[in-house]
């Protein structure tokens, strides 16, 4: 069964499975970064927890450590998984890259796909915002986009697309990264982001200013 992200879905993002049981309180699914796990294949195969899993193979260029070599395989080896229920791909994967072929699998395996963009640099035009978002919702069940906040009017750019987006019926997953943009993480569910993520260990952040995951559910539930 995929995961349908009709409303709000917290994701614990780890590199170790084994942290699942923590993040159950709080968490309704754990984005596992298989670019920073030591063993991702055999991982999922010990796998038993509650939770279902969204599987995440970042590459290198875009902010993760997997290199090129074998990234969309494993992603597709990863589909194969009954408690994968959610699959991460780039967007630049699919326009320039070899990720379509994921795309295939996960319909085959009735998995959702989460297909994303993420600036580590800035925060884009708002018609470029437009734009990433409207290419990634063709491709996928979430359009996910993270960018860097340099000053609030960054902040306020994304909260406005996300909400344009949201309003128009589009399941999107947005987030400004960075000290000033942290608190999106929270605020952009208001506005209509479907997913969030946190990690269990804050010590373990797998992206600039996110909050533990304890700490997001509370301010999403203070707030929604």
Do not use: C
Not at 32 to 49: I, W
Not at 195 to 201: L, N, R
Request: no cysteine.
């Amino acid at each position: 069964m995929p995961l349908d992200f009709e409303s709000f879905t917290l994701a614990a993002a780890t590199a170790d499975l084994a942290e699942e049981p923590d993040a159950r309180e709080h968490a309704d699914a754990v984005e596992f970064r298989m670019d920073l796990a030591d063993s991702p294949v055999a991982a999922f195969e010990e796998y038993d927890g509650e939770l279902p899993l969204i599987a995440t193979n970042r590459a290198e260029w875009e902010g993760g450590e997997a290199s090129n070599e074998g990234r969309i395989d494993a992603l597709e080896t990863a589909v194969g998984y009954d408690a994968v229920e959610a699959v991460d791909i780039e967007l630049a994967s699919l326009n320039e890259g070899d990720g379509r072929d994921l795309l295939n699998a996960a319909a085959d395996h009735d998995v959702s796909v989460i297909v994303s963009t993420h600036d580590f640099e800035e925060t884009p035009s708002k018609a470029e915002l437009d734009r990433l978002l409207t290419e990634a919702r063709e491709y996928g069940d979430v359009a996910k986009l993270a960018v860097t906040a340099h000053d609030p009017d960054d902040t306020l750019a994304l909260l406005e697309t996300t909400r344009r987006h949201a309003a128009q019926g589009d399941p999107v997953a947005t987030m400004s990264m960075g000290p000033v943009g942290g608190h999106t993480r929270a605020v952009a569910v208001v506005y209509g982001s479907r997913i969030g993520y946190a990690p269990v260990d804050p010590e373990k952040a797998t992206a600039p200013g996110q909050y533990d995951v304890e700490t997001l559910r509370q301010l999403v539930e203070q707030l929604s």
